[in-house]
């Protein structure tokens, strides 16, 4: 379980998060959504230790990460994979040098363990013939699959999405969000993605936070989603003429 | 062809270092790839030769220095130790390693002055050397010596003239004036000798040079002489002479603690001189004997009695 | 006022980032695999350029040499001299340095403004990843330790190239040339040419990584520092050339 207590961050005097209080469940997908500029980057970034909050406390568990010398962040932080919103693959290594990179630098595995590893975190995500393609080579759907078994590789506890189906198509945006929502159940993560995409969080959003202007607006699940009462919560997730026209009927 | 990183790496690392070794040594004069001669030189004075500076024979650039050196013995002496990358000369054995300067800056070399041996050096010999003096050099060996005899003569000059000058004020022109006219006198007075006893003087030089000749052809003979007398006080300088005295010395200090325990009266020979007591026993003696004698004259038969014939006789 | 305390600024937030870059690697057998793909990018891959570069400055610098001494007064094996000194004291170490400072400088700042654009950097963070030490002591190292070999080469490539151009013009002849080259030879210059392009190394590879690592926005912004990196290592090198000269030499 992760859970932000009263964080604060600004840049100079724009203040983007103001006491945000949240609790972020095990085992589950943790959606964060809400408008840009809202404040949902900043959080995960604040969340994984790529930004300071100003004020307030990250736990993971018992853990207080914010309190933890920078030492003791980076070996926690094995404990966590990330999926970039530019997949952020190595440019320099193909596919299966990507991933097998976080297992040569940290595990104590054998050569041949590495490399059923990543086999098997290729074959998670569908993708087994491209171990010798360079990233630059493959499509961004691949790219974003690519990264996801980079994030399993080391076995995460928590996994972090940004934002995992922008400029993605429909079809392929629904085949990463399965893909998320079938690992984190597969491997028990606590995982956290950054979207505002509807249709993942009516997929797959099993805890759903809305963020609006730095501060929780409304906490809930997927079920609840659709009829909210929240007006700004409403005025986002209709933003659409199309699903606008689908609450019509 | 795919070589690995590594690989690369390490040949590029072995070929720079080879290069770079190669590179510094054919800076320092040393040519690796080309054979060389090495020789030697030893000179009281590097006076200004440095490593790399050319050797040359007969103006051709034939090596340079590769080391100079204090020699092992502390003598202060520098050994130069210079190769020969142009082998095709051979160096005759006699010839001289010359220290030279090379041009007006005073840049120095060495000048092989190659001698007429047909027999030739070796690798690693070393050369008998000498200085060759540059331009600048003779000028500046030649001047300084000069200059100083000139500084000095100008001083004796001038302290001369301040003495004749004090003479000549102090009111002795009239004296010099009178010596001057002696002198004449005294020379015309010698000349009027001189023609007077001119025979007589022919006569003792001729004299003179009778003797120097007749030493002259016993030169021989002298000089045999002065060998024999050389001889003599070197074998008596061999000879034990010293300790021979030192004996003598010691002799005669004994026999003169002996004359004096004599004269004191001590011992035998003492006694004998300074006791007369033997003297007037001995004296007493004579005198009985001289009675004996008398006595046996007198009367023989008291004394003597023969027996030729027969038994004995009572004697009465 | 502002300036200079943006310059203090700089400094010891450079001097922040080398200690994070030398601070212990998690995993050496992965740093040393980076050091032969940056050897091989860095140094092998600006073989060519300084090969080409160095044999053409020893070329006109022998030239020029033989030009400007067209006098009774000075021996003609004085073009030798004048260039074997220029080259290995200055031309090859600096001018080679200054020259590698673009080519490699810029390479490093770029890459690394692009990795960290790309969130490349923090993905290895994330990773539990060292960034600033996993990405720049490869670099470093691979310069620093590479370069005076480069350095090496350039001068031995330069002192050959005014030999074969000196000598095919008609400048020098090749035993003036040669007498010139080996003339009151002084093995030291060439050590402290060697540190000099060691210290330029250092500087090329560290603070081009700085400028790169603090790369913040797009492809604006990577453009920017590689061409701050450039700009602030060249007048860097030239400081600190002055410095050594002045320490070493004088």
Redesign the interface.
Known sequence: MIELRNLNKSFGTKQVLKNINVKLEEGKCNLIIGGSGGGKSVMLKCM???LEPDSGAVFYGNTNFSELSIKQR?????E???L???S?????QTVEENIR??L???STMTPNEIKDRVNFCLEKVNLENANKLYPSEISGGMKKRVAIARAIA?NPKYL?CDEPNSGLDPHTSTVIDELISNVTEEFKMTTVIITHDMNSVIEIGDNIIYLHEGQVWWEGHKQQVLDTTNDELYDFIYASKFLKRLKKV | MNFSKELKTGVLIVCTIALGIYGLNYLKGYDLFSTSDEYYAIYPDANGLLESNPILINGMHVGKIQRINFVDDNSGRVIVKFILTNTEFKIPNDSRALMASLDLLGAKGIRIMPGTSATYLQDGDTLATGTEDGMVDRLSKELIPTKQKAEHLISSIDSTLQQLNKVLNGGGSASLQQILINLSKTTSDVNDLLASEKTRLNHIFANAESITLNLRNNQDNLTAIMKNAALMTDSLAKSNLKSTIANADKSLAELTKTLNQINSGKGTLGKLIKDDTLYNNLNTSAKDLDKLFIDIKEHPSRYVNFSIFGGKKESK | MSTISNYLYNIGKYGIFMKRVFSKPEKWGMYKRQFFIEVDSLAIGSLGIVAFISIFMGAVITLQSAFGFESPWIPLYAVGVASRDTIILELSPTIISLILAGKVGSSIASEMGTMRVTEQLDALEIMGVNSAAYMTLPKILACTIMFPFLITISMFLAILGGWIFGVLSGAVSSYEYIYGITHNFKVFNVYYSLIKSFIFAFLISSVSSFYGYYTKGGAVEVAQSSTKAVVYISVLILVFNYILTQLLLV
């Open positions: 994984v230790g790529l980076k070996t926690f932080s094995r966590f994979g990330m970039f919103q530019g952020a693959l190595f440019d320099s990179f976080p040569q630098m940290f080391v972090f």
